[in-house]
């Protein structure tokens, strides 16, 4: 299995700037798709980005392309989340996510093809 822990999130005010972090311990020798994912409270859990094993292929969701940025490093097992330019909408939960399916190059917009979660950090975007 893999294990996912996620750090950075916390309070910023609108227009500024957080870079999330997903640490991936367990059986990381597997060239898995990862994604980040939010859920605001009351609503479902909303995909934002996804990258392939090398890092070379990467597919936003609209609502953030051009404000967010996903990366990975293979030899520090992390995922990172830049985000820019945030807004009070962008205020949720947010989680990293492994796709363990190995024929998967590039991860989906669906959750439930996801296998791995971590237990997510909290993003508060203030007005």
């Known amino acids: 299995q893999v294990q996912l822990v996620e750090s950075g999130g916390g309070l910023v005010q609108a227009g500024g700037s957080l870079r999330l972090s997903c640490a991936v311990s367990?059986?990381?020798?597997?060239?898995?798709?990862m994604g980040w994912f939010r859920q605001a409270p009351g609503q479902e859990r909303e995909f934002l980005a996804t990258i392939s094993w090398s890092g070379s292929n990467t597919y936003y969701a609209d609502s953030v392309k051009g404000r967010f940025t996903i990366s990975r490093d293979n030899a520090k097992n992390t995922v990172s989340l830049q985000m820019n330019s945030l807004k009070p909408d962008d205020t949720a939960v947010y989680y990293c996510?492994?796709?363990?399916?190995?024929?998967?190059?590039?991860?989906?917009?669906?959750?439930?093809?996801?296998?791995?979660w971590g237990q997510g950090t909290q993003v508060t975007v203030s007005s």
């Open positions: 996510a492994a796709d363990l399916d190995l024929s998967v190059r590039l991860g989906t917009p669906f959750a439930s093809h996801y296998d791995s």
């Open positions: 367990g059986r990381t020798s597997g060239a898995y798709a």
